[in-house]
């Protein structure tokens, strides 16, 4: 089992529409939550993280963290044509070297229909 | 603020051959990371720098990858001799302390292997 799921997609919808991607994850050490969106031919840029259960609004997006459940969540209201990307989740925890290590999700490419 | 700058951006080798990718971080970034990224996947960790000290290099095939940082600045990634697994793309990353929620990704190198 990977300790990061994340449904690969394709996923497409209608401009406006409310998007909701997910992920799971089985290691209970991770500590930060995170979610990168990554245009094509891009590197990853950090849209939020959060470290604790509950949500966190930041402008269209929210990302929601249900530690019990081990599922994250990222929610995109009034989707753009600009959304359309890929998404990865990532989780991070302190390794045995001392340093917070990312483990991202495969990604979920999102197409946003105009 | 300029980015994290990464040549070449693309490359194409044959299996057996070496090949190395560079990186310059943002000025007054202390930290610097190298990803692989399969398609279909997400960035993997394959070393940390901090400054010119190796944090993690815990999943760094060494038998075939190595990388140095001089000065503490620029970096170079080096792959000898090349696999056809080693088709990915090679992203530096960048953060002023050693939160990944500080760090900036390059745009990557694609490297194919023939």
């Known amino acids: 089992q990977k300790e990061v799921e994340q449904d690969p997609g394709p996923l497409s919808v209608p401009e406006g529409a409310i998007v909701s991607l997910n992920c799971t994850y089985s290691?209970?050490?991770?500590?930060?939550f995170m979610w990168y969106r990554q245009y094509s031919r891009k590197g990853p840029e950090l849209l939020m993280y959060?470290?604790?259960?509950g949500n966190k609004e930041d402008g269209r997006f929210t990302a929601q963290v249900d530690k019990s459940s081990k599922y994250i969540s990222l929610f995109i209201r009034d989707s753009q044509p600009s959304d359309s990307a890929t998404y990865l989740c990532?989780?991070?925890?302190?390794?045995?070297?001392?340093?917070?290590?990312?483990?991202f999700g495969t990604g979920t490419r999102l197409t946003i229909i105009p | 603020e300029a980015g994290v700058a990464q040549s070449p951006r693309y490359k194409i080798i044959e299996k057996r051959q070496s090949v190395a990718f560079w990186c310059n971080p943002i000025?007054?970034?202390?930290?610097l990371y190298w990803y692989q990224q399969i398609l279909g996947q997400g960035p993997k960790l394959l070393i940390q720098?901090?400054?010119?000290?190796?944090?993690?290099d815990s999943q760094l095939p060494k038998d075939r990858f190595s990388a140095e940082r001089l000065k503490g600045v620029d970096s170079t990634l080096k792959i000898q001799p090349a696999k056809l697994e080693d088709s990915a793309v090679y992203l530096c990353?960048?953060?002023?302390?050693?939160?990944?929620?500080?760090?900036?990704f390059g745009q990557g190198t694609r490297l194919t292997v023939v």
């Open positions: 990532a989780m991070s925890v302190i390794s045995n070297f001392g340093n917070e290590k990312l483990t």
């Open positions: 990353a960048s953060s002023f302390g050693l939160s990944n929620t500080e760090a900036f």
């Open positions: 000025s007054g970034h202390a930290t």
């Open positions: 290691n209970s050490a991770f500590q930060y």
């Open positions: 959060t470290y604790s259960s």
């Open positions: 720098f901090q400054n010119n000290g190796v944090v993690d």
